[in-house]
Each structure stands twice: as structure tokens, then as C-alpha cells.
């Protein structure tokens, strides 16, 4: 209706519109782009990125969740890949490649079927019938472990370890051990037979110098400060902790009062008093029965020399969460005041040293009264090392608690997608019509972690899936490649590679939700950016 000629403005001025299956296509290829990225550091053969951020700070990682956080993402449909790794890694903190791999390769799929002119609606119809029937298919692949047992979890957790950090068998083992190790301490049974456990249960302190293999598991706490007065001993056994937050510190006033000193006995009045008082603080901490004592802020240099005469090994400034933990460790409480320390607020442990790590010292607090408490010590020549140790290990702490939480595994190695992709075309036989198709190319899209693992291993990535599918149609359901020979096994569950269920359940689910969200999307409305 030309009628009237006036233009109606629905948007403000500068914005940018994109519809229909111009969106749609520029989404697509946004996140495809972003998942391609990932592509070569899938597996144990995966390589590593270096990314530079706009401090020219380096990190040197394979882990995908790293990767994409520490990458300044622009476009929107990419950023919602970004929300897959970050959502991948917080409900089980692995399988974040995967994830992100998958979502890239359903997309690429749903692309060909626009081309052959199939509606987005069917398409999502068809990816969300497929991903209901995925997870019934998983919980049929998977079998049940014993939650407790170190030989099964040592599978898994390798699994895991290899592909990550490629230290060699000697300390990939030694990490896996370790990381068992500190999961069993933490874990509490639940009532089902199950355990659980959180994460940070297992503190993790990094020590730069030595080396990788002499990364070490504590039964305790380990803090990263040292005793702070040379005249206090430096091993104390049955050790009765006060933990402070206070300062042992005379206040000083918050306004600077003039003080009007006329003589030398009146400075020295002055700094006795304030040395009075510390000492009665100080007189106070020992009399409760205390040994040592951990502060969260400083401790005046008198207080210092007074605590020494008595005996007491101090450290002061220890973070918050390092006095929480030690807390729960010792069984002491914190006490924000001298005044109201008492002797059951003390906690207990064994023994507390100060160790001489590379150049620095540490304290260690062992055979705490809580014998839950653990914290694996982290030695590395630099930064960067350490930083992709502490990933791996806290990679396979989520993964021993996947397992212990639910005690299910499914076979790696793409033997799980196989079977999946398998029994997914079955299915889409008997869906029929133009869905078949679009769950047909879900099917075809899980295939992608297969090809790629085999073509890592340097084999012919479609040479490889066509006799894996042969192998799965004859009834082999854990046939899978072994990435580190390329050669194809008919049971990744006793060849050692073996993953949580949980972490391929969600994987699947957060990659299929994520391409579907995308799909549904015709419309862009982007605001003009600010000017700066
Ligand atoms: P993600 O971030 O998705 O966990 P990874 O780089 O850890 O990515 O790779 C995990 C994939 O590598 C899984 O599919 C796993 O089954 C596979 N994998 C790990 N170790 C091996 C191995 N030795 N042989 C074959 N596949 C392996």
C-alpha cells in the first residue's frame, strides 16, 4: 500500500536486520566454523592450540572448554557453541571437544538437508526424535561398574589422562593413580550403593620447578606460605591448630590522632603498651593449648617474636578458602577474634612442616583429624605445563566422579558413536517419511568423532568407519579405533578405553539442543554496536 508513502520505523536507526534462510545460513556457518577449530585437537592425538589473548598472555591447550573460552568470539550462533563447551563442562566437566565437534557436525548436516529444500522444522523435529532415542540407546550400550573399583576407574581415568597430556606412560599413570587416590579419600557413599564427591574436595596447588613426575599426593592440606619468624620451630607433631581471621596486629586508629610525645619515656611508654598487648594476645593463643597457628591476615613483627618464645609455629595472610578447607580438615573452627578463642576451637593434626619445594617453602598439614582431607601438589619447568597438568587432573577427577555417581561406562574410541549411529538408522527406518532423512543425518553427524579420532591415527578416516559399521551390524557393539596405533579393535572395553555414560549422555544431548536452537533461529535483529 503505497497510499500514504510515509515509511514506519519498527527499528532504531542502524540496525541490522537478516531473515529467513540468509540467517539461518550465516548461523550455520558461524558455528561450523568454530566447531572446525576444534576439530584437530579431538583424541589423544589431538593437537594443542596456543592462544595469545589481548594482554599477549599464551596458554597451550588441547582442552576444548579452555580453547573456546579464551577465544574472543563474535558471532552470536558461534557464541552459543562457546555456551555448549562452558554448559558441557559444568554438568561433567569433560567430553567438551566432543560436544562442541558434534554440534558443528549436526549443523553441517542439517545444511544438506536445506539444500535438498527440507523444511527447518522437520529437520528439528526429526533431530529432537533422534536425540530422545539416542539416550535410550546409550542407557542400552552401557554397563555397570563397581563404583569403588580402582582397576575399572583406572580405565576410565586413563582414558581421559592420554588424551590429554601426552607426558608419556610413566606419568600418565602416576596422575591417574593419584587422582583415584585422592577421589576414594574424598567420596562419600550415598545411599544407593553410589558415591559422590566434590571437586575442590581435592585441593590442587601448583610449585613451578622439578618435574611433571614429581607431582605428588598429599594426605592433608598443603599451603602455599611459609613459617613466617625464623626462631619458630619447624615441625610440630600433634599439632593443635588455631585458625584466625583476625589480625594479630595492635589496630591502629582510622583517623591519624596526633599524639603529642614531649619525651623519650613517653615513645617508649607508647610502643610498650602496643607490645602489651600483643603479648596478652599472644598469652591468650597459648593458653588455650595451641601450637600453631594459621591467620588470614598479617601478624605484627612483636607478635611474631612472642609466639616464637612460646613455641608456636604461625603463618599469616593464608587465603580464605585455604582456611576454610583447613577448617573441614582439622576440625577446628575459624575464630574472627583472640579474645574468644577457646580450646575446642582448636583443630587437630598429626603432624605440620614447613618442606623445602624447588625454591620456596610450603606448608604441609598431615593426618588431619578429618582424613577426607587431600591435595595433590603440582610440579612443572613452567606455567604452561602446569596449567594443562591441572586441567588433566581435574578432567579426571570429573570423570571419577561421573563414575562413582553413576557407575556406568560405554566404550571410547567411537565404538559408542558407531553403535549409536547404528541403531539410530534402524530407527529412522521406521520413523519414515522426510524425518527418516533428518534423523538419518543425526545419525551421520555422530559418526564425525569416529572419522575424525581415525583420521588422527593417520588412517583412511572413511576406509576405517566402513568396517567399523561392518563390525557393529555383525553384532560387535564395542568395536572401536585405537587412536594410538590406528588399528581397529572389536572391544574397546578390554583394550582400556572406556568413558563415563553420563559424559557421552551429555554430550549428545547438549550438542543436539544446541544445533536445534540454531535451527530454529530465521530471524537477526542486531543492534548497532556502540561507538566508542
Ligand atoms: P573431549 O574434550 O571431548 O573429552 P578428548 O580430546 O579428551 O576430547 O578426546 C576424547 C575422545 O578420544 C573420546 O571419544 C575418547 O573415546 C577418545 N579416546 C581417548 N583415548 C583413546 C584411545 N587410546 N584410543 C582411541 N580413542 C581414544
Given at each position: 500500500m503505497a497510499m500514504y508513502g510515509i515509511p514506519v520505523l519498527v527499528l532504531k536507526e542502524g540496525t541490522r536486520r537478516t531473515i529467513g534462510r540468509e540467517a539461518l545460513r550465516g548461523n550455520i556457518a558461524a558455528a561450523r566454523a568454530l566447531a572446525e577449530v576444534l576439530r584437530t585437537s579431538l583424541g589423544p592425538r589431538g593437537l594443542d592450540k596456543m592462544l595469545v589473548d589481548s594482554f599477549g598472555d599464551v596458554t597451550v591447550t588441547n582442552d576444548g572448554a579452555t580453547i573456546v573460552k579464551e577465544m574472543e568470539v563474535q558471532h552470536p550462533a558461534a557464541k552459543l557453541l562457546v555456551e555448549v563447551a562452558k554448559a558441557q563442562d559444568a554438568e561433567v566437566g569433560d567430553g567438551t571437544t566432543s560436544a562442541v565437534v558434534l554440534a558443528g557436525a549436526f549443523l553441517a548436516k542439517a545444511e544438506e538437508l536445506l539444500d535438498q529444500n527440507i523444511h527447518p522444522s522437520i529437520i528439528i523435529e526429526g533431530y529432537t526424535k533422534a536425540l530422545r532415542e539416542s539416550l535410550k540407546i546409550l542407557s542400552d550400550i552401557a554397563y555397570k561398574v563397581k563404583p569403588t573399583d580402582r582397576e575399572s576407574l583406572k580405565k576410565v581415568v586413563m582414558t581421559t589422562i592420554s588424551s590429554k597430556y601426552i607426558g608419556g606412560n610413566v606419568i600418565s599413570n602416576k596422575l591417574a593413580d593419584m587422582t583415584i587416590e585422592a577421589a576414594l579419600t574424598v567420596a562419600e557413599p550415598r545411599e544407593d550403593g553410589t558415591y559422590d564427591f566434590r571437586t575442590d574436595d581435592v585441593k590442587i596447588e601448583k610449585k613451578k620447578g622439578g618435574n611433571v613426575i614429581d607431582t605428588q599426593l598429599i594426605k592433608g592440606i598443603v599451603i602455599?606460605?611459609?613459617?613466617?619468624?625464623?626462631?619458630?620451630?619447624r615441625r610440630i607433631e600433634d599439632a593443635k591448630i588455631a585458625l584466625l581471621d583476625a589480625a594479630l596486629e595492635v589496630e591502629k586508629p582510622e583517623i591519624t590522632a596526633k599524639i603529642n610525645i614531649t619525651s623519650p619515656e613517653l615513645i617508649k611508654a607508647f610502643l610498650d603498651e602496643e607490645a602489651n598487648l600483643l603479648k596478652e594476645m599472644v598469652e591468650k593463643i597459648a593458653a588455650t593449648g595451641a601450637n600453631v597457628v594459621i591467620c588470614q591476615k598479617g601478624i605484627d613483627e612483636v607478635a611474631q617474636h612472642f609466639l616464637a618464645k612460646k613455641g608456636i609455629m604461625a603463618v599469616r595472610r593464608v587465603k580464605r578458602s585455604d582456611l576454610e578447607k583447613l577448617e573441614r580438615a582439622s576440625g577446628g573452627k575459624i575464630v574472627s577474634s583472640v579474645r574468644d578463642l577457646?580450646?575446642?576451637d582448636l583443630g587437630y593434626a598429626k603432624l605440620v612442616e614447613e618442606r623445602r619445594i624447588g625454591n620456596d617453602k610450603m606448608v604441609f598439614i598431615e593426618g588431619c583429624k578429618n582424613p577426607k582431607a587431600v591435595t595433590i601438589l603440582i610440579r612443572g619447568a613452567n606455567d604452561m605445563v602446569m596449567d594443562e597438568i591441572e586441567r588433566s587432573l581435574k578432567d579426571a577427577l570429573n570423570v571419577l566422579r561421573n563414575v562413582m555417581k553413576a557407575p556406568k561406562i560405554v566404550p571410547g574410541g567411537g565404538a559408542v558413536e558407531i553403535e549409536l549411529a547404528t541403531r539410530l538408522r534402524e530407527f529412522a527406518a521406521k520413523v519414515g517419511g522426510k524425518e527418516q532423512l533428518a534423523i538419518e543425518a543425526f545419525a551421520s553427524a555422530i559418526e564425525e568423532i569416529p572419522l575424525i579420532l581415525a583420521e588422527s591415527s593417520g588412517k583412511d578416516p572413511l576406509e576405517t568407519l566402513m568396517k567399523l559399521r561392518q563390525l557393529h551390524s555383525e553384532g560387535k557393539k564395542y568395536a572401536g579405533i585405537d587412536v594410538v596405533t590406528g588399528e581397529i579393535r572389536e572391544n574397546m572395553i578390554e583394550h582400556n578405553v572406556i568413558e563415563p555414560l553420563l559424559v557421552k549422555e551429555s554430550m549428545v544431548k547438549t550438542a543436539a539442543e544446541a544445533a536445534i536452537t540454531i535451527l530454529k533461529i530465521d530471524d537477526i535483529i542486531a543492534a548497532s554496536p556502540v561507538k566508542k
Open positions: 602455599d606460605k611459609e613459617v613466617v619468624h625464623p626462631g619458630m620451630p577457646k580450646p575446642e
